[in-house]
């Protein structure tokens, strides 16, 4: 399994032998890619056609990988076909175009690769094709000189020796120009990797603050709930005790009100037995 996916899915389901049988052939075929090949070198295409097979019944499986590395998976031995379609063609403008369309891999196959094979891959064929559209254009362009001038014939075994000597100069310009690029890939991918680790930085940041913060939200909001609580106690019992004593007040006017009552009916009843009416 890929470095970069076994730590984030991988880790708690080990791969199986299929799996395994898979990243071995698919390593070795990445290894016969970044070669020269003859033209007659059957093997890649048969190795292919294999992963091709194995993809398919890796994803038939039930304890089958994660979706992210079969993706992975696929993305590769798409790669690696249309690498084997585009050697087919016939013109070197044709492969130049046809390995610029392709889409190498993302992650390392194996844990000893610093960068993805396939796009190592990527990158020297995309080199090679560039070396044989330079060849063929300067091919083109000598033999129409020579067409239009015939002092130029005396020359062509000078030139065909200069051209041969260019060739081993163009494939170490092509070597050089490979390295560059791969040079300015891992630097920018390494420069990708501080970027996000800076943005991870932040990130965590970001989230323990705004986790500090709900924190104090939700203790705030607790203690506000508390005092809510208290508050509806407090005026629970003062409600109770106000209308226990509205209903003390009222009983005492009532007794007060039958007492005074009761006190003027007898005064009355006094008041006219000591005072009888006039004849």
Known sequence: M???????????MAPTRLELNLMRLLSRCEALAAERRDPEEWRLEKYVAALEDMLRELKKQ?????????????????????????????SSTEKALANQLLAPG?????????????????LQTKARCTGQMRSELLGTFWFSFSSQDPL???????LNI??????????????VELDAVLQHHQDMQEKLAEEMLSLARSLKNNTLAAQN?????????????????????????ESDRLEQHAKKSVNWLLWIMLIVVCF??????LFIRIFPKLK
């Open 2 to 12: 890929a470095p970069g996916a076994e730590a984030s899915s991988g880790a708690t």
């Open 62 to 90: 039930a304890s089958k990988p994660a979706p992210e590395l079969l993706n992975e998976y696929s993305r590769k031995v798409d790669f690696l076909k249309g690498l084997l379609e585009a050697e087919k063609l016939s």
């Open 106 to 122: 993302r992650t390392p196959t194996t844990a000893k690769e610093r960068t993805p094979a396939t796009r190592t891959v990527h």
């Open 152 to 158: 130029a014939t005396d020359d062509s075994e000078e």
């Open 162 to 175: 200069r051209k041969r000597k260019g060739l081993t100069s163009d494939e170490k310009q092509s070597a």
């Open 213 to 237: 913060v709900i924190k104090q939200d939700n203790q705030t909001l607790s203690h506000s709930l508390r005092m809510a609580d208290q508050n509806f106690e407090k005026l629970k019992d």
């Open 264 to 269: 003027i009916f007898i005064s009355m009843i």
